[in-house]
């Protein structure tokens, strides 16, 4: 009988090299999940390298972008179904990370300007930007903080967590949040001083209504009326 030629041999590696790409992009996503590092230390070697007294290096940035760009892909990998496995605590962390780093990155995306808020020609559009990856979605800043942080976790204190690069904003910590530290961390963030003019230590954050002189913890003082 005739030899068989030998095109399906051939078809069969073509296929073979094609489906590499997909393995990779599976290892990828599958390290994304198993190896994410829950201590966010790229992230918090940004903070250290760009972040001064809370006023951050733009410019630097925009230059050195890489770490922050392989931060913001590490999130992006994480499956939704071995996020929603983590503890709630690693969860908010991350999401409030991802917040704060999605801004620095739309921030140089945009430099030099005078503010966040020049970003677009609507108000608000710089929150409005499909630019955050995160589950298998792209999503905007503001449906993370109000769709997803406010409503999932419903933690008073991440008024103080989340930078939006504005004057009237917290500054940005100098160290990344972390599922083991949280609580603790929010707390330093949270904690406001009141003088007798109603004057806080955080600016943009005035106290009103039955708050005191001394400190206290945001999340109590929102009770009592912090604007």
Known sequence: ????????????????????????????????????????????????????????????????????????????????????????????????????????????????????????????AAWSELIVRQGGQVITLDHLENKIIRVDYREPRIHFALVCAAVSCPPLRGEPYTGARLNAQLDERGAIVVDGDCKTNVAGVWAVGDVVRGHMLAHKAAEAGVA
Request: hydrophobic residues 50%; proline residues 8%; glycine residues 4%.
């Open 1 to 124: 009988p005739a030899v068989p030629p030998a095109a399906p041999m051939i078809t069969l590696r073509f296929r073979f090299i094609l489906s590499l790409p997909l393995v990779a992009l599976a290892g990828l996503v599958a390290r994304g999940a198993e190896a994410f590092d829950q201590t966010h230390a790229r992230f918090g070697r940004v903070l250290t390298s760009f972040v001064k007294n809370a006023n951050v290096d733009y410019a630097n940035l925009k230059a050195n972008p890489v770490e922050l760009d392989t931060y913001l892909q590490e999130i992006a990998v994480v499956p939704a179904a071995a996020f929603a496995r983590w503890p709630e605590v690693d969860r908010l962390a991350l999401l409030l990370n991802l917040y704060n780093a999605q801004t620095l990155r739309l921030i140089i995306n945009h430099y030099p300007l005078q503010s966040i808020r020049d970003i677009g020609t609507l108000p608000g």
